[in-house]
T-cell receptor, first 113, second 115 residues
């Protein structure tokens, strides 16, 4: 079965710096991969989706890369702000009819002013 | 982005009672919705896949008679926790898949506390 690894330790960075979060997976290459933000006591909020034939995707201060050779996705937040502090989840989709996502454990990001 | 709502946002009930949670896709139609459960400081655990007009597909270890799912329309799925017990207390989150973009959008979640 697919195993997804995200750094379970919190990532602490200074405001204004670039935060980089890692998502590694084993086994099959997903058809696409999604990144979500989750705040305590709230449901995940969709951020970006990247497909297996895409190397990079950007949205405002966010950038996602997808390397199917390394079996890795990187999620970058540039010019980070304290409001970016949250848990970030990556989720993989196999591309089958079940349409299910498999989630990583999430990485907690803390941006200090 | 698309919006998914859940109701109620929190509920407290007595042991032995049943609780219904609604999940609605507000601005798109969803043939597939999903129900998750999340324990504190853990990631989301998929409980079942809800397909409009057909029976839900439950994940291994999830009791289908305990967690009844109904997906009667393209914008509404419901999860009923039957004969709730304290161990059912958790954060329940639904999501709906927007077919045109392959994106799953999540509801805000429902906090269930069973006394």
């Amino acid at each position: 079965s697919q195993k997804i690894e995200q750094n379970s330790e919190a990532l602490n960075i200074q405001e204004g710096k670039t935060a980089t979060l890692t998502c590694n997976y084993t086994n099959y290459s997903p058809a696409y991969l999604q990144w979500y933000r989750q705040d305590p006591g709230r449901g995940p909020v969709f951020l970006l989706l990247i497909r297996e034939n895409e190397k990079e995707k950007r949205k405002e201060r966010l950038k996602v890369t997808f390397d199917t050779t390394l079996k890795q996705s990187l999620f970058h937040i540039t010019a980070s702000q304290p409001a970016d502090s949250a848990t970030y989840l990556c989720a993989l989709h196999k591309g089958n009819a079940g349409n299910m996502l498999t989630f990583g454990g999430g990485t907690r990001l803390m941006v200090k002013p | 982005g698309a919006v998914v709502s859940q109701h109620p946002s929190w509920v407290i009930c007595k042991s032995g009672t049943s609780v219904k949670i609604e999940c609605r896709s507000l601005d798109f139609q969803a043939t597939t919705m999903f129900w998750y459960r999340q324990f504190p400081k853990q990631s989301l655990m998929l409980m079942a896949t809800s397909n409009e007009g057909s029976k839900a597909t439950y994940e291994q270890g999830v009791e289908k008679d305990k967690f009844l799912i109904n997906h009667a329309s393209l914008t509404l799925s419901t999860l009923t926790v039957t004969s709730a017990h304290p161990e059912d207390s958790s954060f329940y989150i639904c999501s709906a898949r927007e077919q045109s973009t392959d994106t799953q959008y999540f509801g805000p979640g429902t906090r269930l506390t069973v006394l």
